[in-house]
Each structure stands twice: as C-alpha cells, then as structure tokens.
C-alpha cells in the first residue's frame, strides 16, 4: 500500500514537469517544495509499523502531505489544526492522520468546490483512563451507510474492486491490537453535509 502510494505521488510530480511553464520561476519554486515534502513523507512512511510517535510528529507528517496536494488542488481546500501544546508528545499510531487526510483528497475534494477540514486534539476521559481524542471536521460529502455500519456497528463491508474501505478496515484492526479495546474510531454524517471522524488513544500499548 505504501508502495501504491508513492507511485501516485510520482505521478504528481511528473505532471508537474510537464507543465509548459515549468521553466519559469513560479514552477521551479514549486517543484523543490514538493520534492522536499515528498522526500521527507518517504521518510516517513519507511518508519511505518506497529508503533507510536509523537502527536507533533504526526502532525508535521500531515502538514507536508498537504503542501504536496496544494500543487494541484491550490485553491480547492483549507485545513486549520488545532493542537494545543500540552498534547504534542502524546504517542499516536504512526499514519493515524494520513489515512484520512489521502481519504478526503480522493473522495472528497474537487477542483469544482472548496472544502474546509478542521483537525483538533483534545482531552477525553473515561473513569480514570486518559485518552487523547482526535476529531476531524470535513465541510463536503457524506459517508456511505455502509461505511458507518462497518465503523460503529462492526459490520462487514463489502471489499471494492478499487481497494475504497481498505484504509479505514486498517485503522480499525490497527487500533485494535495496539490497545485491544474496540470502538476507538467513530464515524458521523453532519447536517446538512459534511462529515465528522472522532479516534480515542489510550495513553499506553497493551
């Protein structure tokens, strides 16, 4: 899967080459800005496994996913994180947020509107355990009721021909045998569109 995604993010790059102006300042610019976040999100995804890091580096991760997808969806999406300080070195799975955040760019976002995300961390708790909550706001689209059953209820999914529901189905079984609790991932549809992901993260590996 890593793999796979790689080759789309080559793929953005040699669409970009070919640009007719890809001479000009404007695109040599923005070329060395991809290649440097595309360098770094390799980097990143080679450390990959059953482990945590720090919630900051997670974010950082995800901030430099997204000055790649800015090179073709420029004026098509904003993303505020709202990470308070006190929550940075808390340990999250490794691609908690990625997974999401490629979700949106492939089903969501549209070069024919402008979509909104919002990311905030958060405390939650639950009797004496501590959990880290996540929650993301996307302004545009709505989850199937299939999806929605397969997140909250446990029921199963149908596998798609184009690989759609695999990212989330590892979510699932990730969170699950990193800290052997079920419901740590929630799915919402908002009113009048627009959908809501909540994850919980415990404060320690089982």
Same mark, same amino acid.
């Given at each position: 899967?890593?793999?796979?995604?790689?080759?789309?993010?080559?793929?953005?790059?040699?669409?970009?080459?070919?640009?007719?102006?890809?001479?000009?300042?404007?695109?040599?610019?923005?070329?060395?800005?991809?290649?440097?976040?595309?360098?770094?999100?390799?980097?990143?995804?080679?450390?990959?496994?059953?482990?945590?890091?720090?919630?900051?580096? &997670?974010? *950082?991760?995800? $901030? /430099?996913?997204?000055?790649?997808?800015?090179?073709?969806?420029?004026?098509?999406? !904003?993303?505020?994180?709202?990470?308070?300080?006190?929550?940075?070195?808390?340990?999250?799975?490794?691609?908690?947020?990625?997974?999401?955040?490629?979700?949106?760019?492939?089903?969501?976002?549209?070069?024919?509107?402008?979509?909104?995300?919002?990311?905030?961390?958060?405390?939650?708790?639950?009797?004496?355990?501590?959990?880290?909550?996540?929650?993301?706001?996307?302004?545009?689209?709505?989850?199937?009721?299939?999806?929605?059953?397969?997140?909250?209820?446990?029921?199963?999914?149908? &596998?798609? *021909?184009?690989? $759609? /529901?695999?990212?989330?189905?590892?979510?699932?079984?990730?969170?699950?045998?990193? !800290?052997?609790?079920?419901?740590?991932?929630?799915?919402?549809?908002?009113?009048?569109?627009?959908?809501?992901?909540?994850?919980?993260?415990?404060?320690?590996?089982?």
């Amino acid at each position: 899967m890593v793999f796979h995604r790689n080759l789309l993010l080559v793929g953005l790059l040699r669409n970009l080459l070919k640009k007719p102006k890809f001479g000009s300042l404007k695109y040599r610019i923005m070329t060395k800005k991809f290649i440097q976040a595309f360098s770094q999100n390799i980097r990143y995804m080679f450390r990959t496994g059953l482990h945590t890091v720090p919630l900051q580096d &997670e974010i *950082k991760n995800a $901030s /430099g996913y997204l000055e790649m997808q800015r090179l073709m969806y420029r004026d098509c999406f !904003y993303v505020y994180m709202d990470i308070p300080e006190e929550t940075q070195q808390y340990p999250v799975p490794q691609m908690i947020l990625h997974t999401f955040l490629e979700n949106i760019f492939k089903h969501v976002i549209s070069i024919d509107s402008f979509t909104t995300v919002l990311i905030q961390a958060l405390w939650s708790f639950s009797g004496k355990e501590v959990y880290l909550k996540l929650e993301l706001y996307i302004s545009q689209g709505q989850f199937s009721q299939e999806i929605l059953d397969f997140v909250n209820k446990d029921m199963e999914i149908t &596998e798609k *021909k184009d690989g $759609s /529901g695999i990212g989330i189905k590892n979510v699932k079984e990730v969170l699950k045998m990193m !800290y052997q609790q079920d419901h740590l991932l929630y799915f919402e549809n908002l009113e009048p569109e627009g959908t809501k992901i909540t994850i919980w993260i415990p404060k320690t590996l089982k």
